[in-house]
């Protein structure tokens, strides 16, 4: 099933940009893909990193083979790597990252454990990658609306 958040709309037709589905994935393999790698891809291959799924061990160890491969075919390097976190925060629906917190008490909003329990672990992933100081995070509050963490205007 292919998946994509409201907030990602102004690019998913194009996919110039690289959704955070493939995000998530690409962290559960442990691998880098820098958006110009991501921009070299055709619409096929950007599609079946969308599609393939990355969830057994087997298909993780597809997933990144797949990536590896295409990278290297396309630019003639090794795509980068990344260690995968044994027990990564989008997994623990009993804390509050500290980056999401914060990045929510700036706006004014308080989400509760029991909101955070009740998110996917792609919404977890999400919050928490669009709440890092290193991210531009312009999606932040409109992701906090589409997951009915604060209500729409």
């Known amino acids: 099933m292919t998946y994509f958040f409201e907030f990602e709309a102004d690019f998913v037709d194009s996919l110039r940009c690289i959704p955070m589905l493939v995000r998530y994935k690409l962290d559960n393999c442990g691998i880098k893909l820098k958006l110009?790698?991501?921009?070299?891809?055709?619409?096929?291959?950007?599609?079946?990193?969308?599609?393939?799924?990355?969830?057994?061990?087997?298909?993780?160890?597809?997933?990144?083979?797949?990536?590896?491969?295409?990278?290297?075919?396309?630019?003639?390097?090794s795509v980068a790597e990344l260690p995968i976190e044994p027990d990564p925060?989008?997994?623990?629906?009993?804390?509050?990252?500290?980056?999401?917190?914060?990045k929510a008490q700036e706006i004014g909003i308080i989400i509760t454990i029991e909101a955070w329990e009740n998110l996917t672990i792609l919404q977890r992933f999400v919050l928490i990658k669009l709440s890092r100081p290193s991210h531009e995070n312009k999606n932040f509050l409109p992701a906090l609306v589409e997951f009915n963490l604060l209500p729409k205007s």
């Open 89 to 102: 925060a989008w997994l623990d629906t009993t804390n509050i990252p500290r980056s999401v917190d914060e």
């Open 36 to 77: 110009a790698e991501w921009n070299q891809m055709n619409q096929e291959s950007r599609q079946k990193l969308i599609i393939l799924p990355c969830d057994t061990d087997s298909q993780i160890e597809h997933y990144r083979d797949y990536i590896q491969q295409l990278v290297l075919k396309l630019t003639g390097k």
